[in-house]
């Protein structure tokens, strides 16, 4: 006779700090709705998380959620190193939890629904064995979903990719939609790689077949900032839930549940966060200044920081940048940083080593944002209506860029370009001669955010929707 089971979801983010962030709110959304979250962590991202961030304080008030780690054989921080070390190391003891282990059938509370990263095609194979509704989340930007991932095979099958012609400036016809926004330089940096067989293309095409598989997709977007691709991407994948910009919708659901005597202050980025920027910051007049930062992965060379620094410095704006440690990939040398730039910088800029990113760029002081243009970073820029100068450095940055240029008009693109006198005049044209095109669409798209996440608005909709199939799909695995 079969058993009920109660509805119980296990959150299975791929082991970096954005991926992990916005499953976070997605797992913690999901417990307060009282269903039971298992959030499986590999060992190499739970270290740091547990050690820079309240992770531990903050889901200790639900009862129905608890932590779970697995082993994953990392020892670098590269992507596809990372990748590679899961794949061998976390697949195999992966299955063996789900089949028949702590998460399978004969455990005390087995899974009902898997929410995997789009990004590890084997969970979706896995749940599919045995048997388990599988829905993915996808952190990355659904421009770059549909442009990049979900027509990889439409791409080489037209010829479009490898690249035959160095013409990086040659519109891409064969994607639907986007046939007057993408060049070849706009779409996903995997796509420069000249040899189909390269692991990161490989892993690609196992992540659109998996998004396929499964029974819906997440994203991080909302519905009117996605218009141009959405309506595409659902006839590939026809239950999408847009429940973005993530962490605005998580703030307002979390205030909306919390009584006033319990404090909701999250920190979930892995490194140690510098506040001290925050009294820099109120020292400065509204919209002055440009924030600097490439987010958790991106590197820059030596000379590029100079061409970056020389440009923003030369903008006259007061700057507050983050330089991640390791983010110099050649490493950084005082000694030869001219003089000028360093006197200058004393003057009109404050730099620190990570930064409290959401609360910095709702700060009124922030003019302007020099960003690489991650999806997370692109959307806390949305949200507060801060005008982008976007140098993109890998994954679905090149696409984000370009929408945020030419779609979103919120900034300019300044891709596979990187001098001062570029730079200088982006930050400027973003930032000078208020109000401007760039700061009149940002407050409209901010706007349009804000409303996604009101009671009625699309994206608490789709949420209350994932929650109620949640439940459904729980039950007809009774
Ligand atoms: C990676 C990819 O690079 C990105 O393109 C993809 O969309 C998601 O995975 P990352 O490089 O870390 O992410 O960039 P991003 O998506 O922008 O996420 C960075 C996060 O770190 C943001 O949420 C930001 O608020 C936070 N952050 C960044 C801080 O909290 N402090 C900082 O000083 C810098």
Same mark, same amino acid.
């Given at each position: 006779m079969d058993q009920t089971l109660e509805p119980h979801v296990l959150v299975f983010p791929i082991p970096?700090?954005?991926?992990?962030?916005?499953?976070?709110?997605?797992?913690?959304?999901i417990c307060l709705s009282g269903i039971h979250v298992t959030f499986l962590n590999t060992e190499h991202i739970h270290r740091p998380l547990l050690r820079h961030t309240n992770v531990v304080s903050r889901f200790n008030r639900y009862p129905n959620f608890r932590f779970q780690t697995i082993p994953d054989g990392v020892h670098g921080d590269r992507f596809m190193e990372v990748m590679a070390a899961v794949d061998v190391v976390t697949k195999p003891l992966f299955r063996d939890m789900v089949v028949s282990g702590t998460l399978s059938r004969k455990s005390e509370r087995p899974v009902t629904v898997m929410i995997p990263d789009a990004s590890f095609p084997f969970a979706v194979d896995i749940a599919i064995e045995a048997s388990i509704p599988v829905i993915c989340l996808e952190t990355v930007s659904?421009?770059?979903? &549909?442009?990049?991932?979900?027509?990889?095979?439409?791409?080489? #099958? =037209?010829? @479009?990719?490898? +690249?035959?012609? !160095?013409?990086?400036?040659?519109?891409?016809?064969?994607v639907q939609g986007t046939q007057h926004i993408i060049r070849k330089r706009d779409l996903a940096k995997f796509c420069r790689s000249e040899d189909l067989s390269n692991p990161v293309i490989e892993l690609i095409?196992? #992540? =659109?077949?998996?998004?396929?598989?499964?029974?819906?997709?997440?994203? !991080?977007?909302?519905?009117?900032?996605?218009?141009?691709v959405l309506p595409h991407m659902r006839k590939?994948?026809?239950?999408?839930?847009?429940?973005?910009p993530l962490h605005t919708l998580y703030k307002a659901q979390l205030t909306a549940n919390t009584t006033s005597s319990q404090e909701f202050t999250i920190s979930?980025?892995?490194?140690?966060?510098?506040?001290?920027?925050?009294?820099?910051?109120?020292?400065?007049?509204?919209?002055? $200044?440009?924030?600097?930062?490439?987010g958790s992965l991106a590197t820059m060379t030596f000379e590029q920081l100079l061409e970056i620094w020389y440009g923003v410095v030369n903008s006259?704006?007061? +700057?507050?940048?983050?330089?991640?440690?390791g983010s110099i990939n050649s490493g950084y040398d005082e000694s030869h940083v001219p003089? #000028?730039?360093?006197?200058?910088?004393?003057?009109?800029?404050?730099?620190?080593? &990570?930064?409290?990113?959401? @609360?910095?760029l709702a700060h009124p002081a922030i003019g302007g944002f020099l960003t690489h243009s991650g999806w997370n970073s692109t959307m806390e820029s949305i949200v507060e209506g801060v005008p982008m100068v976007c140098w993109p450095y890998s994954a679905d940055q090149q696409v984000n860029s370009r929408f945020v240029g030419e779609v979103w008009k919120m900034g $300019?693109?300044?891709?596979?370009?990187c001098d001062r006198v570029r730079v200088e005049k982006a930050v400027r044209d973003i930032m000078d001669s208020k109000p401007n095109v760039f700061t009149q669409s940002a407050n409209t798209w901010a706007n349009l955010a804000k409303e996604s996440i009101t009671k009625n608005g699309s994206s608490s909709i789709r949420l209350g929707r994932l929650i109620d199939d949640i439940l459904a799909m729980s039950s007809t695995r009774s």
């Open positions: 970096f700090q954005g991926p992990v962030y916005c499953a976070l709110k997605l797992a913690e959304l659904p421009c770059c979903v &549909w442009t990049s991932y979900l027509n990889l095979p439409t791409l080489i #099958e =037209a010829g @479009d990719v490898p +690249f035959k012609e !160095n013409d990086l400036d040659q519109l891409i016809t064969s095409i196992k #992540e =659109a077949h998996a998004i396929s598989q499964a029974q819906g997709l997440i994203l !991080n977007t909302f519905e009117k900032l996605d218009s141009i590939l994948c026809p239950n999408i839930y847009t429940i973005g979930n980025s892995v490194w140690k966060e510098d506040r001290t920027c925050m009294s820099w910051l109120d020292k400065n007049d509204p919209k002055t $200044v440009v924030y600097v930062s490439i006259g704006k007061p +700057f507050l940048w983050v330089r991640r440690p003089i #000028e730039l360093l006197e200058r910088t004393k003057e009109i800029g404050c730099i620190v080593e &990570w930064a409290p990113q959401e @609360d910095v $300019v693109d300044i891709k596979d370009t």
